[in-house]
């Protein structure tokens, strides 16, 4: 079965630490997508970045990282320098190729607080 | 491209009426989804439609319709209010090939 695990809650840190945003999924298909997305306290959300099952390279975009790794079913996101703009709860989600809904299994959040 | 819209953005329901949210997108997305997001948790799909004239349940259908005459609206109509259904509702949209979807900035609703 289809499965999106977040299992840190709560993260808070100081402003300029660096952190990372575990999410580990679980799936029987071969091609997939996962996805980061962002929910600020104004409470939109925002798509972060969507990575391949089939594309492991790692991505860089200013502060922000993600690590691909299929051997342990890891999409970890890093945020470097953290500035108290980045405080919001990060949602990773899964979406299998086989669903022709698209549908994305969702993980339950990490709230990540950055204090100044 | 004003991307999903979602109108109202508040409103406050007595036990028992009936409303429609209204949620429409200018991106020509094949594909249309409401979410429910309860306070402080994650979200939960509660029907989606993949083209005009075609919906299906998602997994908290209950208490919900929704209809699809055209390719840019996607509205959800709560019948009977009930409190469980205070919430916030997200309409999303996403083009037919890309998996990622793209959200309307939500309806804040509360039933009292």
């Known amino acids: 079965a289809q499965k999106v695990t977040q299992a840190q809650t709560e993260i808070s840190v100081v402003e300029k630490e660096d952190v990372t945003l575990d999410c580990v999924y679980e799936?029987?298909?071969?091609?997939?997508?996962l996805f980061w997305y962002k929910q600020p306290p104004s409470g939109e959300l925002v798509f972060l970045i969507r990575?391949?099952?089939?594309d492991e390279q790692n991505e860089i975009s200013g502060r922000y990282s993600w690590n691909f790794q299929k051997s342990t079913s890891s999409f970890n996101f890093t945020i470097t320098a953290s500035q108290v703009v980045d405080s919001a709860v990060y949602f990773c989600?899964?979406?299998?190729?086989?669903?022709?809904?698209?549908?994305?299994?969702w993980g339950a959040g990490t709230k990540l607080i950055i204090k100044p | 491209n004003a991307g999903v819209t979602q109108t109202p953005k508040f409103r406050i329901l007595k036990i028992g009426q009936s409303m429609t949210l209204q949620c429409t997108q200018d991106?020509?997305?094949?594909?249309m989804y409401w979410y429910r997001q309860d306070p402080g948790m994650g979200l939960k799909l509660i029907y989606y439609?993949?083209?005009?004239?075609?919906?299906d349940k998602g997994e908290v259908p209950n208490g919900y319709n929704v209809s699809r005459s055209t390719t840019e609206d996607f509205p959800l109509r709560l019948e009977l209010a009930a409190p469980s259904q205070t919430s916030v509702y997200f309409c999303?949209?996403?083009?037919?090939?890309?998996?990622?979807?793209?959200f309307g900035p939500g309806t804040r609703l509360t039933v009292l």
């Open positions: 999303a949209s996403s083009y037919r090939g890309q998996h990622e979807q793209f």
């Open positions: 991106m020509n997305h094949n594909y």
């Open positions: 439609s993949v083209g005009a004239g075609i919906t």
């Open positions: 799936t029987r298909d071969t091609t997939y997508y």
């Open positions: 990575r391949n099952s089939f």
């Open positions: 989600a899964l979406s299998e190729a086989e669903d022709s809904n698209y549908q994305l299994i």
